[in-house]
């Protein structure tokens, strides 16, 4: 009696489709051999898990593994399965394509309860059903494409057959079956499902087409001034080079690193060879990720000072989104940019960010020397370790070059606060080539995008610094005879500076460097004075570099003092020293300098 024709397809891998286990107990492949202990002993033959037949007696495992050997070669000759039953005298057989595969015998029946025929359909039966299944598996079973790519699914399926292709939008992307393959290829954004067919056995392909998060060179040059020997300066110039050249979809965000030791390199070293790993991610596109071959080179450039100082103080705590400041210079003079800025917003983060806009239909290459600090939520130590690096970095001539094309714009320091935290920041700009700049600091919420706060924050605030200050550096040469105490400086008062629209008095000097050139005569007899910095305002930190010597300075409080370094003078001689420093942003000027002598 035949009870069912089933026509299978060919399989499209080379690969066997349907594993046979002889092992008992397993869980893997389509057919296998599972011994059942209880209630009653036996060994079950499974095929795509329905229990085709099962066998009792002393010799049930070697008929069960025979079973299952003669199945796997009518499977794996590829041909449409017929499933049969004949009946003869006291038995039946099961037959596939007419070939023997299992007979129920009077015992196997008698175990059963019932007859050799009936115990035979029912097999017959329930291998008709399980060959029908037909389980199909993908490899991958999931493609994300960037249009114009293409990408090779292989089909496995538990039975031969062959393959067949459901409707699916062919405007997001073609797929054809080739060879024992699906093939398919990303035509427009979008996601479709292709269904997959082998006999009567289906499987889902979805395939999302996204463009690519972003496009990674693969060689990067840097081009660093002053020496190499700072690695926090390196990293720093090669994260913002990478910003740049690496091309993003927008919303996307970058990862650059990590970056291997770039401690104890000389100071006579010329070039750098790294090879680092990036990352662009999106939510809206499909990952990128490579390998970023990148060259330090080193440059000399002569440092200029400054013409203008632009403030972005006030407000100092922000608790909205826009524009804390925005300027047009004439970019063929050096600028300093000083910001300090805290985020007031009890529970959201925000983010921080310096927009360079070039307006000019030609490149801009600028010098950038800087000190960043933060975040944190101690406004004495962010000013103070911005300070320390900048005038580290100035006084070494320790910058890199920034690239901005014609009519475009690069935002960079971007730098996220928490609630309640403060980011500190001094630029200093020195363009090589260009002419018209603005410069932009501003505040936005993380999940907005940089062109979107097109509007100033509009915000009552303490009248902390803020404005366009002309020629921010101080230089003062002083000779000085040892006969008592003498007053050097009083920093954070002396230079006067004032806001070229408002004129606007810049009180406490901050982003003003100091540069005072001390000649000390000496008297008859040896002697020593010591350097001395005095708190005249209110709490305060401060950091010196005598001759080029950094000294920096713990909190101290109104008319406290700090020696800031010893000099020795040999009797009718004179001994120079240079001291260098700014008015650290979150303290609290005056600071008087004075020199004493030791008693």
């Not at 063929?332 to 927009?355: C, E």
């Not at 101690?378 to 103070?384: A, I, N, Y």
């Not at 540069?515 to 305060?540: E, F, H, I, N, S």
């Not at 920096?552 to 003092?561: D, L, Q, S």
Request: with cysteine; charged share 20%.
């Amino acid at each position: 009696m035949i009870l069912r024709r089933l026509r299978l397809a060919t399989v499209l891998t080379c690969a066997v489709s349907l594993t046979l286990l002889a092992g008992v107990g397993r869980a893997e492949g389509p057919v296998r051999i599972v011994r059942e202990a209880a209630p009653d002993p036996a060994v079950a033959v499974v095929v795509q898990e329905v229990v085709v037949l099962r066998m009792r007696g002393p010799e049930a495992m070697r008929r069960a593994a025979e079973v299952v050997r003669r199945l796997g070669e009518l499977v794996g000759a590829g041909e449409p399965l017929r499933v049969a039953v004949r009946a003869r005298s006291g038995a039946a057989d099961l037959l596939v394509n007419e070939r023997h595969l299992v007979t129920a015998d009077q015992e196997l029946a008698r175990l059963n309860l019932t007859t050799p025929e009936a115990l035979a359909a029912q097999w017959a039966a329930r291998l008709a059903q399980a060959l029908a299944r037909n389980t199909v598996r993908l490899i991958p079973p999931l493609l994300r494409l960037s249009p114009g790519q293409s990408s090779t699914v292989t089909v496995q399926a538990s039975l031969p057959g062959a393959v067949t292709l459901g409707p699916f939008d062919g405007r997001v992307a073609a797929a054809r079956v080739a060879g024992g393959t699906v093939v398919v290829e990303a035509r427009a954004g979008g996601s479709t499902v292709v269904p997959v067919a082998v006999g009567s056995g289906r499987a889902l392909l979805p395939v999302v087409v996204r463009p690519l998060a972003g496009t990674i060179p693969e060689a990067v040059t840097v081009r660093v001034s002053g020496d190499l020997t700072d690695g926090a300066l390196i990293r720093e110039a090669v994260r913002r080079r990478i910003d740049q050249v690496v091309r993003r979809e927008p919303g996307a965000v970058l990862a650059v690193g990590p970056f291997p030791p770039l401690d104890g390199i000389a100071s006579e070293t010329d070039r750098l060879e790294l090879a680092l790993r990036v990352a662009v991610r999106s939510p809206y596109a499909l990952p990128v990720d490579g390998v970023a071959r990148v060259a330090v080179v080193r440059e000399k450039v002569q440092v200029a000072d400054p013409a203008l100082l632009l403030i972005s103080n006030r407000p100092e705590v922000v608790d909205a989104d826009g524009i804390l400041f925005s300027e047009v210079v004439d970019a063929r003079h050096p600028i300093r940019l000083l910001y300090h800025h805290m985020n007031g917003t009890p529970a959201r983060p925000r983010i921080l960010s310096v927009l360079l806009r070039n307006r000019s239909s030609h490149p801009a290459e600028m010098l950038l020397i800087s000190g960043l600090a933060g975040p944190s939520s101690d406004p004495l130590f962010v000013g103070h370790a911005a300070t320390s690096r900048f005038l580290q970095n100035l006084a070494a001539g320790r910058g890199y070059v920034m690239e901005v094309p014609p009519n475009s714009d690069y935002s960079f320091a971007a730098q996220t606060m928490a609630p309640r935290q403060m980011v500190s920041g001094i630029l200093q700009l020195q363009l090589l080539r260009g002419e018209e700049l603005e410069v932009r600091v501003q505040i936005r919420l993380p999940w907005l995008l940089e062109g979107t706060v097109p509007l100033p924050v509009y915000q009552v605030a303490y009248p902390h610094p803020r404005g366009v200050f002309p020629y921010p550096t101080v230089t003062i040469h002083r000779q000085v005879e040892l006969r008592g105490a003498v007053p050097l400086v009083e920093l954070g008062a002396a230079a006067g500076l004032r806001d070229v629209r408002t004129g606007e008095a810049l009180v406490g000097d901050y982003g003003v460097v100091y540069r005072l050139l001390l000649t000390v005569a000496g008297g008859p007899t040896d002697a020593q004075a010591d350097l001395v910095a005095v708190a005249a305002g209110g709490v305060a930190r401060g950091v010196f570099l005598v001759d080029g010597r950094p000294v920096e300075i713990a909190i101290y409080r109104p008319g406290e003092e700090r020696v800031l370094g010893t000099l020795s003078v040999p009797a009718g001689q004179s001994v120079q020293v240079q001291v260098v420093t700014m008015p650290a942003a979150g303290s609290y000027y005056p600071v008087r300098l004075l020199l004493r002598p030791r008693e």
